[in-house]
């Protein structure tokens, strides 16, 4: 009997992890099904970012080991960027002028920013210093920023003083990024000072935009901490799971899959140019 396809796609990620890298034929021969329909099930999985193609086969992504560390900031700074950027468009239309804002870590949320530097009289507060930086391009935005130790190569700050940040605060929009969605809806992030302050943020402010590109789906993260449909709106740039697409429908939480076609006039951002920690997990 066939196994279907998602799950199929599954036992490939895994056994590719556990036993390294995977020819097509060996991938076929393993599952009873023809090397083109692996080379879809591949080319799906390596897109989403869970595999990386090598001649003649497929392979774990660079640095992704056992420790539940995430990829170096640069390295995912352009990881998906169109999408990101497509992203940050529709979430930049569903911001009025004149709002107050809450912007968590990671690359997603920075792309947000830049796409809303074009909007007058906002107020932002973060804890991501990426985001600050591109924020203030427009002289006219007041930027409230959470206080401890910086993560150098993340430029953010999640631990100390930094966890009681979004709570001395109420705001109209917080828009967050998030590690990765198990397949159940769980959010999914790196440490417990990341999902506290995650966690923070969505507490304290009257809508959420969750966004994220199409690879956090399914993508394994270490630490557990809130739901997808505690989001008012999810930004993403292709179409979620069915399950997590039902879960949203029936929670009332509005699913806004962003244009790709729609050209971006989002800015560039600067990073510091660092050499990558190589333990990382993509």
Do not use: W
């Amino acid at each position: 009997m066939a196994i279907p396809a998602d799950d199929r796609a599954r036992a490939i990620v895994d056994l590719v992890r556990h036993q390294g890298f995977q020819t097509i034929e060996a991938l076929a021969g393993s599952f009873g099904v023809t090397p083109q329909t692996v080379r879809r099930d591949v080319n799906l999985l390596c897109d989403r970012g869970l595999l990386r193609r090598r001649h003649g086969g497929v392979e774990a992504p660079p640095r992704e080991i056992a420790d539940g560390r995430n990829l170096a900031y640069p390295e995912r700074s352009i990881l998906n960027l169109q999408a990101k950027r497509a992203i940050a468009a529709a979430v930049a239309a569903a911001v009025p002028a004149g709002s107050s804002l809450f912007f968590g870590i990671g690359t997603t949320p920075e792309q947000c920013a830049l796409a809303l530097t074009g909007h007058a009289g906002l107020r932002a507060m973060t804890n991501n210093l990426n985001v600050a930086f591109a924020l203030a391009r427009n002289p006219d935005t007041q930027i409230i920023l959470a206080g401890g130790e910086m993560r150098n190569i993340d430029r953010d700050v999640v631990a100390g003083e930094a966890q009681g940040f979004f709570a001395h605060f109420a705001v109209d929009i917080g828009i967050y990024g998030v590690g990765g969605v198990a397949e159940d809806g769980t959010l999914l992030d790196f440490s417990q000072e990341e999902v506290a302050m995650r966690q923070s943020l969505a507490r304290n402010c009257r809508q959420r935009f969750l966004v994220l590109d199409h690879s956090k789906f399914g993508r394994g993260a270490t630490v557990r901490g809130g739901h997808v449909c505690e989001a008012s709106m999810v930004f993403t740039d292709q179409p979620p799971p069915p399950a997590i697409a039902a879960m949203l429908a029936e929670a009332g939480c509005r699913l806004v899959v962003a244009d790709l076609s729609v050209p971006s006039s989002v800015a560039q951002p600067t990073h510091p140019q660092v050499q990558p920690d190589r333990r990382v997990q993509s």
